[in-house]
């Protein structure tokens, strides 16, 4: 039997039981034969979730790129490390070998350190899905510099608070990016979030769309020449097991988004270890997943766990509709994809349209289908085993958060059987509970409540950048003891678990976490807006859709409500980025409010969804009234 590559459902159970009654022990075991490491950690695990303070594999140093790319170079120099595929089908595919990656994130870290940098600094990169970004964000670990990825779809405003909260000293950008055929001015982006930004030493920028762009000059600096001149070796920086690696920010149900850190080791060994089992990766095998790097799943489950394994990843610049709908089976037959990872809003979105897209295509290599980001719904579920998967690929319904750093619940291919809907059994060493609202744990099978996690696991993410306390806050006070997942959970009569969605005010559109804090500020800076609340209701392509009900001022009154609409959303694209626009704005006279003043979210949720039959007491409102007059006028 062996603790690193499960393959039975009794191997499952045994080393499951192993995890938790002795995690110590299995990590350290894990650890130590599957990574290589400069020196040995003093001790597995110290925690106290009241701090709360987590540490894995004290003492211990390495570098997560020696694991990711020089240790693979004696047996796999040759072996294709990344498949570049970018977004024009037309432009040819780049084979990017192990030596090639290596000595790519080499010359790349020797021009960060030549530019000032050094370990701890952080430094903001806001690139398209090309190769530079994967060898940037290995380069800053060689160095021991953390990385914070900004998914280049952000806008300038939320560019910089990203940039200003962590103080960047420098920028990693390119000219532009290509989305379908759109071309974006990422560099003009850049420009004009660092008038905001004093803290930006140095901005790196790649050539990529060829367009126009301003160099500032003693600022702007352009990569080609640089990588050119750097030396092709590079000695990776020694790292403490609890170094930070990256932050990476997600939105919270309230104030600024959050900085998430990761540290170095635990991650490791957990997104290694979890690539390597819930994608049944063997070597030779060629690894897709669709999200962009920007968010967790592309830093997880494209760069480090895959890359840890020795594996083929392929990296797309693309969009799934350009130039047609069929666009991602036609790369899966064109570089004989063997596991697929993607979100369910892609696929409802791809569901929608004519069966030809994906009838064409021979599908025939893949093994392995994956989901992440939201609850995958049954319709889709099956559209995706009939059509993608002929029946014969489990689907792997992922559950797990930008701050849990790996999967959590998740079934194994050929191993878990699976369920619709169901993202199954905590992986190994995950100690999942439900709690119910007074605190306690609900016991037993067939039962609902709210997800927490009993026990540290080795990639969950340590602080918020800049403020602990928040964290202790957001992740460690609902409960004691535990971490609050913040999402809704049930547990079926064999144990499974089915993710219901979360409890708080974060909405998940299209698989991205948005916040509704941010948004509502946002609409609340345009002139004739006095206040502002954002719900989620169901859509049949994004999983959930915003609606804004927003109450005027005066002068807001007097204008045309179409053109204000429209302004809105503009306002809301330039904070944060079209992600976040509304598909619906009702203007309302007032919101229901609890007597502290609170926004009776849920009784929004209810008029939004056109749920209105069950509205449960509002007798406890300040203002009953409203409730009626908002109904009435409901879109
Ligand atoms: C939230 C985390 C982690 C990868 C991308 C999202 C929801 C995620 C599932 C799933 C049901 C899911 C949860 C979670 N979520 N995966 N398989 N089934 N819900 O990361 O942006 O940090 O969002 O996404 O609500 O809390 P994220």
Redesign the pocket.
Known sequence: MSNYHIKHLEEYFQVYRKSVQNPEAFWEEIAEEHFVWRSKWDRVLSWDFTKPEIKWFEGAELNITENCLDRHLPTKRNNTAIIFEPNDPKEEAQHITYGQLHESVCRMANVLKENGIKKGDRICVYLPMIPELAYTVLACARVGAIHSVVFAGFSSNALATRINDCDCKMVITSDGSYRGNKIIDLKGIVDVALEDCPGVEKVLVTKRTGGKVKMKKNRDFWLKPLLDEAYADNDAERMKSEDPLFILY?SGSTGKPKGMVHTCAGYMVYTAYTFKNIFQYRDGDVYWCTADIG???GHSYIIYGPLANGATTVMFEGVPSYPDYGRFWEVVEKHKVNQFYTAPTAIRALAKENLEFVEKYDLSSLKVLG??????NEEAWHWYNNNVGHGKSPIV???????TGGIMISPIPYVTPTTPTY?TLPFIGIQPALMDEEGHEIMGIQVDGRLCIKFPWPSMARTIWGDHERYRDTYFTAYKNKYF???GAMRDEVGYYR?T??VDDVI?VS???LGTAPIEDAINEHPAVAESAIVGFPHDIKGNALYGFVILKEIGEARDRENLKKEINQQITEHIGPIAKLDKIQFVPGLPKTRSGKIMRRILRKIASGDTENLGDISTLLNPEVVKEVMDNAL
Request: charged share 20%.
């Open positions: 997600t968010w967790i799943t989901s992440v980001g939201e609850p995958i319904d992922t559950w797990w958060q930008t701050e993202a997942t913040g999402d993710i969605g979360r998940i698989g991205h976490n």
